[in-house]
């Protein structure tokens, strides 16, 4: 059970913009900042956006972030093949004294 | 870069230690930490340890079995596996930290496989 909170999956044709949330508490997305990330099976992950909303040099600007109080969500535009990942949520959470992810959030692309 | 290894095969209540080397950055000057994925499942953070070796920190699933060091000396971050279970059978990643910019640098991961 993650402590961050996230739907299993999405899904979404070439084109259309697809959104995934992450649910969290006072001690981790409600105190810090929140990062993504995109996982394809069998690479290592790759950092997509941090503090909250901020995108590393090389990602594209289809992948755009947000967080409101102890909420989060990751927009996908202009969805693309190449999509097809598992996105995870993250926060430092400061009661737990470490890194905490959301379980994971498959994006299909139809 | 960071290059895991030292992952493998092993028996319940076996040892193992990971290494992970880094490269192309001032590793002394950075955080790092073992995040895992186990089969089927998603990430999960495992242990914290500071740049120059404190503070240190570990998931309550791993606390009191696994063991985090580092030498900068090496430009190497490890992770000592003791008593380990059937549940920590997974592919380990060494990340490095940057706290609210991210863990921007994963390494490639090493798969530790306990079963009897």
Not at chain 1, 2 to 25: A, F, R
Not at chain 1, 36 to 64: C, M
Not at chain 2, 72 to 83: D, F, H, I, P
């Amino acid at each position: 059970q993650s402590v961050l909170t996230q739907p299993p999956s999405t899904s979404g044709t070439p084109g259309q913009k697809v959104t995934i949330s992450c649910s969290g508490g006072h001690s981790n997305i409600g105190s810090d900042f929140v990062c993504w990330y995109q996982h394809v099976p069998g690479t290592a992950p790759k950092l997509l956006i941090y503090r909250n909303d901020e995108r590393p040099s090389g990602v594209s600007d289809r992948f755009s972030g947000s967080k409101s109080g102890t909420s989060a969500s990751l927009a996908i535009s202009g969805l693309r093949s190449e999509d097809e990942a598992v996105y995870y949520c993250a926060a430092w959470d400061d009661s737990l004294r470490g890194w905490v992810f959301g379980g994971g959030t498959k994006v299909n692309v139809l | 870069q960071l290059v895991e290894s030292g992952g493998g095969f092993i028996q319940p209540g076996g040892s193992l230690r990971l290494s992970c080397a880094g490269s192309g950055f001032t590793f002394s000057s950075y955080s790092m930490n073992w995040v895992r994925q186990a089969p089927g499942k998603g990430l999960e953070w495992v242990s914290y340890i500071g740049n120059s070796g404190r503070p240190i920190y570990y998931a309550d699933s791993v606390k009191g079995r696994f063991t985090v060091s580092r030498d900068n000396g090496e430009k190497s971050v490890y992770l000592q596996m003791n008593s380990l279970r059937d549940e920590d059978t997974a592919v380990y990643y060494c990340t490095r930290d940057l706290r609210s910019y991210g863990l921007d640098v994963w390494g490639q991961g090493t798969t530790v496989t306990v079963s009897s």
